[in-house]
């Protein structure tokens, strides 16, 4: 078995870029034993050995401890040993002397609870592994991975929105409280999601991608974070900062790239099982399962679901808002040689009812009834802080569906050179469907959205490892087809799902987009401790337009097609007409530019470690929806958006003892210039204020790991920003200087668990975490502007607890322990949710300019069981 561990490791080391085998000298050698902190030896532990220039070799320990390289070069090297259940440990500055055996003893510490250790050993050639804390030191980008223990402490029914709060500078909004539903998150004042509520719905320019597959839709540029709504199947999540390295680049990496590694396939079989079930009757089964190495194959299948109640409830009916959500994922992994070929997929569903937005105080003109003056008045309050309307007065179902194939080919062209090359196809489906609305009687009651995109791509990439430099390149092509299909309809009026009425609203716009980008960069490293990388890439896109409503859909009695353009007028509007919100001629418009970047780091003590960089970057505005570019707006100006990221900062690193073991700490200043945007804030009755502009966020992130005594594991993030748009336009009008709406002044949390052994080989390891969001500024809808009106911070406590037992973990979470009451959300209405626009006898201060908010979670509590096979 050791023999096949040699070999598979031997490939590992291949395989890595920037990781080969390296030349080695007769009768010089490296050898060493291995023990732990009782002294007793420690066998199969994985060793590596690296040279200053980043080559390196690797080896098992023995029964008794021992590891062997045989026939090194003279030089300096560096030691990193591994080993499951161990906290990883390294050696660096080790002189190796020509005609001499150097002996380097390790002491190796069980691992903290806390702490994700990736076990090369048990995992197969071009698999994803999670960053080392050292790798994450020696970049010159600011990254924040979170591990799978880190990931825990949100229970076991978190999304993959949920999960990005975990990071500095993030403000995640949404309307429910599991993974089945959509959620907004901002990062460092960039956006990305969709929660489903009117209000800023600003650019999606964060990159998403799973196992290195882009998520986002190609055209919307949107991801929809109940696509990943089991926590579970995630190994770990990476948030680079900032635009990155070209090499690495998607589409949208204006404000950074967010990468979800799913758990992965390993050389030996393994299975887990974990059911849960806590509050407002949620429950939650998910599973992965390894089949281990066969004939160079290796098949990992993960999977899960849930469902049960939102913590907001109907007025009156009690109606508690069901959802649910299931996730299946495979890969399949083949070792040929030191190569490898990697196949996966992906598919996810999710559904849940959306509830409205509440008002913050009683507004007479909003009842539940829909009538004013008629029935209990509906706010926080009066009927509730979380309270919603009844099924029969309000309901809409939003489910959304992903599917992902994809092949990955990893070859070794030779010992320095690594070639990539990746393949994909990804099928979206949204259908929203709502059924009531006393709020919106008439031609328009009913909403029946069911857009969907395909998307082919192709990325090949290569690395090649020299004395000095390592220079690294990628090239994609990307085509999607998006279809903005929609129907606002009423029965009454002869509308159906597929059938237009008079008054009605429909739209059915095709986009096809097409992305493609050409990037070179090169790691310069004179010596092993400066790495400086310039890049540049060039990018291009193109987008099409044809409208296809009237081929879509058929009219209801009476009625005829609105032609007019909303950009330039063109067309008729008629009294008995349908409004098509795509009734414009087609269009084709492409652009292309340049994205320069360069940053380093210099490691100027062997703990650490300065760096910095500035990284342009271009993304091409969103498509579909009821507005935006070729619909309400002019192609002609369709124009690239430019991100300009400058940051500098420090990180530490130390692997020693007591306070030291295991700390990683990093801290950053950014500046984000973010150039030509188009802002297109989405209403409730499904119109678009058009507006463009450009903004500048500026602040200090910081992170920090540590094991600073026995047993206690803490991380801490914390980010202090300011954001401001120097350019605001919309109806014409220039607006200077207003503040990004929902950018906190300020975030923080911070987690700690402690392993306490108690009697009889009972481990008990309870988990504290603490998170704030600063206050933040919040958009007038009633006059298409952010506003200098500020929502209040809030602060939630949460806590768990885990207890091992041989194969078992069981498992109590526990959220919003304080259960305090806070809105995640708020913005100023300009009256067209709740129609009190239409009520002009009504006091001006009731018909529009009140708030309108969505509630965080209550108190809520989770209890869950795993079981390791």
């Known amino acids: 078995m050791r023999h096949k561990l040699l070999f598979l490791l031997g490939i590992v080391c291949l395989l890595v870029p920037g990781q080969t085998t390296f030349a080695q000298t007769a009768g010089t050698k490296v050898s060493g034993t291995i023990v732990d902190s009782s002294q007793a030896f420690v066998s199969d532990a994985v060793v590596t050995l690296t040279d200053s220039h980043g080559n390196s070799a690797a080896t098992v320990s023995n029964n008794a401890g021992v590891f062997t390289f045989d026939r090194v070069q003279p030089g300096a090297y560096k030691i990193a040993v591994e080993k499951d259940g161990f906290a990883a440990a390294r050696r660096d500055n080790l002189n190796v002397t020509l005609g001499a055996t150097l002996a ?25 592994t999670q960053p080392s804390q050292e790798q994450l ?90 696509m990943l709504p089991v926590s579970q199947m995630i190994q770990n999540t990476n948030v680079t900062y900032g635009s990155g390295e070209p090499a690495d680049r998607w589409y949208n990496n204006i404000g950074g790239g967010i990468d979800f590694t799913p758990v992965q396939p390993t050389d030996r079989p393994h299975a887990t099982v974990s059911v849960a079930y806590g509050s407002y009757q949620q429950k939650q089964l998910s599973f992965n399962a390894s089949s281990g190495l066969y004939h160079g194959w290796s098949t990992l299948l993960a999977g899960g679901g849930g469902q049960g109640n939102d913590f907001r409830t109907g007025i009156g009916d009690g109606f508690a808002s069901p959802s649910k959500d299931f996730a299946l994922y495979s890969k399949t992994l083949k070792s040929v040689g030191s190569n490898s070929f990697e196949l996966g997929g992906y598919y996810a569903h999710s559904g849940s009812y959306r509830s409205q937005v509440t008002p913050i105080v009683a507004n007479p003109l909003i009842t539940v ?45 030779d010992p320095l050179t690594t070639l990539q090359n990746t393949s994909w196809f990804q099928r979206i489906d949204r259908t929203h469907y709502r059924t009531d609305d006393v709020y919106s009687p008439g031609a328009q009651l ?39 299909r929609n129907n606002f309809y009423n029965p ?50 193109t987008a ?68 910095g960089g500035y990284a342009e970057a271009l993304r091409a505005p969103e498509l579909g929806g009821g507005g935006g570019v070729f619909q309400s707006v002019d192609p002609s100006s369709y124009h690239l958006q430019r991100g300009k990221y400058g940051q500098v900062g420090f990180k530490i690193h130390t692997d020693g003892s007591g306070f030291k073991h295991n700390l ?48 206690l594991t803490i991380f801490t993030n914390a980010t202090f920003q300011s954001s401001k748009f120097t350019n605001y336009v919309t109806g014409g009008v220039s607006y200077n200087d207003l503040p990004v709406s929902y950018v906190p002044n300020a975030t923080f949390n ?120």
């Not at 029946?448 to 994609?476: E, V």
């Open 104 to 128: 380097v003893n390790i002491q190796m510490q069980l691992a903290s609870s806390m702490q994700s250790v990736t076990i090369s050993a048990h995992m197969m050639n071009g698999v994803t």
């Open 137 to 226: 030191f020696e970049s010159g980008q600011s990254t924040r991975t979170l591990d799978r223990s880190q990931m825990d402490t949100l229970g076991p029914v978190a999304g993959a929105g949920q999960i990005l709060s975990l990071t500095p500078g993030a403000n995640v909004t949404g309307y429910g409280n599991t993974g089945a539903q959509k959620y907004s998150i901002m990062i460092n004042g960039i956006s990305q999601g969709w929660g489903g509520y009117g209000g800023l719905s600003t650019s999606g320019s964060l990159a998403v991608t799973f196992d290195g597959i882009p998520m986002s839709d190609p055209a919307t540029d949107l991801w929809q974070s109940d």
């Open 369 to 413: 009834s829909g009538t004013p003056g008629i029935g209990e008045v509906y706010s926080e309050q009066t009927s509730g802080y979380y309270s919603t309307l009844p099924y029969n007065s309000y309901n809409k179902y939003d489910t959304n569906d992903m599917a992902i194939i994809y092949g990955r080919e990893t070859m070794h062209l």
């Open 446 to 484: 009913r909403e029946w959205n069911d857009p969907h995109t395909d998307t082919i791509g192709d990325r090949l990439s290569f690395s090649s490892l020299l004395p000095k430099n390592t220079i690294s390149g990628s090239a994609y092509y990307i085509h999607a087809l998006y279809n903005t």
């Open 492 to 541: 009454a009026d002869g509308g159906s799902k597929t059938v237009a009425n008079i008054g009605g609203k429909v739209r059915s716009s095709y986009f096809n987009q097409d992305d493609f980008a050409i990037a070179l960069q090169d790691d310069i490293h004179p010596i092993d401790r400066i790495h400086i990388t310039p890049g540049i890439r060039y990018v291009g896109f």
């Open 544 to 611: 099409s337009f044809a409208d296809h409503a009237q081929q879509d859909f058929t009219l209801g009695p009476g009625a005829i097609w609105d032609t007019a353009c909303r950009y330039n007028g063109e067309g008729e509007s008629y009294t008995n007409g349908v409004n098509d919100q795509g009734a414009c001629p087609a269009n084709s418009q492409n652009r292309s530019g340049v994205e320069p970047s360069i940053d380093a780091n210099a490691q100027v003590l062997k703990w650490l470690a300065i760096y």
């Open 664 to 711: 990683l700490f990093g801290l950053a200043y950014f500046h984000n210039s973010y150039e030509n945007q188009e802002i297109d804030t989405s209403l409730a009755n499904g119109d678009t204020i058009d507006s463009s502009g450009s903004s500048l966020f500026r602040g200090v992130n910081m992170y920090f790991d540590d094991d600073p005594i026995e047993h």
């Open 750 to 869: 911070f987690g700690a668990t402690y392993d306490w052994a108690a009697r009889y080989r009972l481990h008990i390891q309870p988990t504290f975490f603490l998170q704030t969001i600063g206050s933040q500024h919040i958009f007038d809808n009633s006059t298409g502007t952010p506003s200098q009106t500020t929502m209040p911070s809030y602060t939630t406590a949460n806590f768990s607890v885990k207890v091992p037992l041989k194969r078992f973990d069981v498992t109590f979470n526990a959220s919003n322990l304080t259960n305090s009451k806070y809105n995640e959300y708020e913005y100023i209405s300009a009256g067209s949710y709740f129609g009190t626009s239409a009520y002009t006898s009504a006091p001006a201060n009731e018909q529009s300019g009140y708030l309108l908010g969505y509630p965080g979670a209550p108190f809520t509590a989770y209890g869950s069981v795993t079981y390791h096979f």
